[in-house]
């Protein structure tokens, strides 16, 4: 069936760096956009970053920009999340999520999120 | 920055009619998708591109699109609807960044 797995979480201090990953199958992960969302201990959903199909479009929310980087391996079906300078404000449980997107000619458009992880803990604490 | 806003909590008895309301400036130009999230369990999506309901998904969700509002009904609320509800949309000034409502906790009375 359709489904994204993510892994990689852990416990890491301040200033530290994780690389999570997420193993897509049962649908043609090339062809779609995948995002990663995050929700911190008690609070809401907060989008992270996507990346298109082809890796030409990527976007990052200001709150993790220069900080992680987004990428995927089409011939594994894997999606990354790298994230470096972490701060204890990044802890959250992180989603993985296959986008509803596509491309225009010279543009795209990304709408939601269509398939969602169970997530991976990304804990940040001294 | 986009914001889209929805109340923090709803309350309904069973048998009756929830209604979510979600509202950003971008939702007359933008889809919106609503995401249910039990306790200790990832969201799925219940509504997309405002009104289509996914494969699965119990027909008493549905969901419908006025100006600058969106809405996410739920008739004949049963138990197991008690969760959290979010709206998401995409922001139209040209960011294209993806945003999140705060959410809005569903009492089942």
């Known amino acids: 069936q359709v489904q994204v797995v993510e892994s990689g979480g852990g416990l890491v201090k301040p200033g530290g760096s994780l690389r999570l990953s997420c193993a897509a199958s049962g649908f043609n992960f090339s062809d779609y956009f995948m995002t990663w969302i995050r929700q911190a201990p008690g609070k809401g959903l907060e989008w992270v970053s996507y990346i298109s199909s082809s890796s030409t479009y990527i976007k990052y929310a200001d709150s993790v920009k220069g900080r992680f980087t987004i990428s995927r391996d089409n011939a594994k079906n894997l999606l990354y999340l790298q994230t470096n300078s972490l701060r204890v404000d990044d802890t959250a449980v992180y989603y993985c999520?296959?986008?509803?997107?596509?491309?225009?000619?010279?543009?795209?458009?990304?709408?939601?999120?269509?398939?969602w992880g169970q997530g991976t803990t990304v804990i940040v604490s001294s | 920055s986009y914001d889209l806003t929805q109340p923090p909590s709803v309350s309904v008895s069973p048998g009756q009619t929830a209604r979510i309301t979600c509202s950003g400036d971008?939702?007359?130009?933008?889809?919106a998708y609503w995401y249910q999230q039990k306790p200790g369990q990832a969201p799925v999506v219940v509504i997309y591109k405002d009104r289509e309901r996914p494969s699965g998904i119990p027909e008493r969700f549905s969901g419908s699109s006025s100006g600058r509002t969106v809405t996410l009904t739920i008739s004949g609320v049963q138990a197991e609807d008690e969760a959290d509800y979010y709206c998401?949309?995409?922001?139209?000034?040209?960011?294209?960044?993806?945003?999140f409502g705060g959410g809005t906790k569903l009492t089942v009375l």
């Open positions: 971008a939702l007359p130009r933008q889809y």
């Open positions: 999520a296959r986008g509803d997107g596509g491309k225009y000619p010279s543009s795209y458009y990304f709408y939601g999120m269509d398939v």
């Open positions: 998401q949309s995409a922001d139209s000034t040209g960011t294209s960044y993806i945003v």
